[in-house]
């Protein structure tokens, strides 16, 4: 029993880990392009509060962390934050842009050194199709394709490495081009880490999310409210 309790805890552990590294680098890179629907006022801060959620309920929230989400006078996001409830420094996210795409993102420690970095390359539509992840040396890492389906609704990600594409992650955007569902695979054991799904409950004048609820295979884990600042205030 001892045994098969270790394994399950094992597993738990490493499907934490691996979702939460997606979740950073996808969070980081999934919207390559600002804004640009005609008469949508530009954004110059966003402060996201992240709230952890104890058994489902919603009366328990815990503030866990922050971000603050910087923009420039073109309306990209070119620095990300993440600070605890403490306001200590975790980790931030430099972003550079070429012709409107993301082409680059540099992650940051705590102590403002680079860590490593991910080149992007995009379609003639600006959807991107590959992400490459380097140490700071230039080391490389990790790479992955990335396909489309459903209009840009749909988006597929598999490594770079594989002869045949088999997509380790599977993502579905809302209409407004947020998070809706990430699915991820273990693709060496065959097998499902997990599902999270986001639920959007609340959106300002601009139709720009405030409140938003995430789950993990189901289960209410936590809440995000999100503070924004547009270059007109």
């Not at 931030?92 to 992650?107: L, M, R």
């Not at 992400?131 to 394709?145: C, I, M, P, Q, R």
């Not at 809706?180 to 959007?200: A, C, H, M, P, R």
Request: hydrophobic share 30%; with cysteine.
């Amino acid at each position: 029993m001892t045994t098969n309790l270790l394994k399950g805890m094992t597993k738990t552990i490493k499907t934490i880990v691996v979702l939460s590294q997606i979740f950073i680098f996808i969070t980081a890179c999934h919207q390559n392009k600002k804004d640009e629907a005609i008469g949508m006022p530009s954004i110059s801060k966003i402060k996201i509060e992240r709230y952890r959620v104890t058994n489902e309920k919603k009366d328990t929230l815990t503030l866990s962390s922050y971000i603050i989400k910087e923009f420039d006078s073109l309306g990209n996001e070119v620095r990300s934050i993440y600070y605890t409830k403490e306001d200590s420094i975790m980790m931030q996210f430099e972003n550079s842009y070429t012709h409107g795409n993301k082409t680059k993102v540099t992650w940051r420690n705590k102590n403002n050194v680079i860590v490593r970095y991910v080149n992007m390359t995009y379609n003639k539509d600006g959807k991107i199709i590959k992400s490459e992840s380097f140490k700071a040396d230039g080391k490389f890492v990790e790479g992955y394709l990335h396909r489309w389906k459903d209009n840009g609704k749909i988006e597929e990600k598999g490594p770079l490495n594989d002869s045949i594409f088999r997509p380790n992650s599977i993502y579905s955007y809302t209409d407004f081009n947020e998070f809706e569902t990430l699915i991820e695979y273990d693709l060496v054991n065959d097998s499902l880490y997990g599902q999270f799904q986001w639920k959007y409950t609340e959106f300002d004048s601009n139709k720009n999310w405030l409140n938003r609820e995430v789950y993990f295979n189901e289960k209410l884990t936590s809440l995000e409210k999100r503070e924004i600042k547009y270059l007109a205030d």
